[in-house]
């Protein structure tokens, strides 16, 4: 297994930085996601890996040997694009021995290689058909069949799903993490779908115009979102975050709710986070309560998405009772202390821990009417 370092990494194209001093370090066997928005620097990052592109400074080592400048094929590794790039004119046997039968292997190496890859992949029915004759989830393993018979020291996959319909896109990620614990091959994966990354890897590397902007555990980045970009990113719906002003005591709402949270007494301007899961409709006694009024709603099947203003905002809350509010009802909304998370609004970043109350249940908010 392999380890690959990157150390101040940069890439440079004329004038317009693509990326910016990137410092990352991945385990031997590790399954990491690299996520971002289109345009992020992360495929940059993975042909920077391949060897694919030059950087412009930086180092790149393999089990601490320097390999910047090493040309790709001299650096065994496998890549995975988007487009499947399968010979229509080859079988899927062909298909899966070119880089090997390029190579100069030994033919009685390259069909053991082969077979015992498609015993791997359940592709054994199929080696004799040509692309035309798969399915695309079948295509989709012919080329990562292509990658595992060559025995990489790494895996890089660009958006390898991002062509499947949703159903086989959810199959093929539970065949890819199985197949990557059975191979225990170091691994990153490229991909703009949050929910590929989080129930694939390992890790999590979220990237943002070049930069890292957190890396850690996929619940980590969910419960505890590094800044506003993270808090925003990450979560199938968007956190709802909101200013708030500092009082004696605790924070308030542009609405004149008091939320749950004693920051130190200092200057910086606050901006409160709660996500639309961690939001009940007519909560319970534990809970910290605020006035809102609905103003649509969304049955999706298996949960609602309420809009309400609220806290001098627009909100979401997520739910996934059947009887629901309707638009133009006021409602009670609350929310577990715990939930609650506060960014700095002029650099973005979270606040640390020491700015909130260790005991805060009692900064609810008191009106009648709730």
Do not use: W
């Amino acid at each position: 297994m392999t380890t690959i370092s990157l150390e101040g990494l940069t890439k440079t194209i004329g004038a317009q930085p693509i990326l910016r001093g990137i410092d990352l370090d991945i385990d031997a066997g590790e399954f990491v996601a690299v996520l971002g928005p289109s345009g992020c620097g992360k495929s940059s990052l993975l042909r920077l890996i391949a060897g694919l592109d030059a950087p412009t400074s930086g180092t790149i080592r393999f089990n601490g040997e320097v390999v910047t400048h090493m040309p790709p094929q001299a650096r065994n590794i496998a890549m995975v694009f988007q487009s499947y790039a399968l010979y229509p004119h080859m079988t899927v046997r062909e298909n899966m021995s070119y880089g090997l039968r390029q190579r100069k292997f030994p033919a009685s190496e390259i069909a053991a290689r082969v077979e015992k890859t498609a015993r791997i992949l359940h592709l054994e029915p199929y080696l004799d058909r040509r692309p035309k004759q798969l399915s695309g989830g079948q295509r989709q393993r012919v080329a990562m069949g292509r990658a595992i018979v060559r025995e990489p020291v790494a895996f890089l996959l660009d958006e390898p799903l991002s062509n499947l319909d949703a159903q086989l896109r959810q199959a093929m990620r539970q065949e890819i993490r199985t197949l990557q614990k059975e191979l225990e091959v170091t691994t990153l994966y490229v991909t703009h779908d949050q929910v590929e990354a989080v129930t694939m890897a390992d890790r999590v590397v979220l990237m943002n115009a070049g930069n890292i902007m957190q890396q850690g555990a996929p619940l980590e980045l969910y419960d505890r979102p590094a800044n506003l970009f993270v808090a925003r990113f990450i979560g199938t719906l968007p956190m709802n975050l909101f200013d708030v002003t500092r009082i004696e005591g605790g924070v308030r709402a542009n609405d004149g709710a008091i939320l749950g949270a004693v920051p130190r007494d200092d200057t910086k301007s606050l901006v409160a986070g709660l996500r639309p899961e961690h939001l009940s409709i007519n909560p319970g006694r534990e809970e910290e309560k605020f006035a809102a009024t609905v103003t649509a709603v969304e049955h999706l099947g298996g949960e609602v998405e309420i809009y309400a203003d609220g806290l001098g905002s627009k909100l979401c809350v997520r739910a996934f009772d059947r009887d629901v509010p309707k638009p133009g009802e006021r409602v009670v909304l609350g929310y577990e202390p715990q939930r609650l998370h506060l960014f700095d609004k002029a650099s973005g970043s979270r606040l640390p821990a020491d700015y909130y109350a260790a005991s805060i249940a009692s900064l609810i908010h008191t009106d009648t009417d709730l």
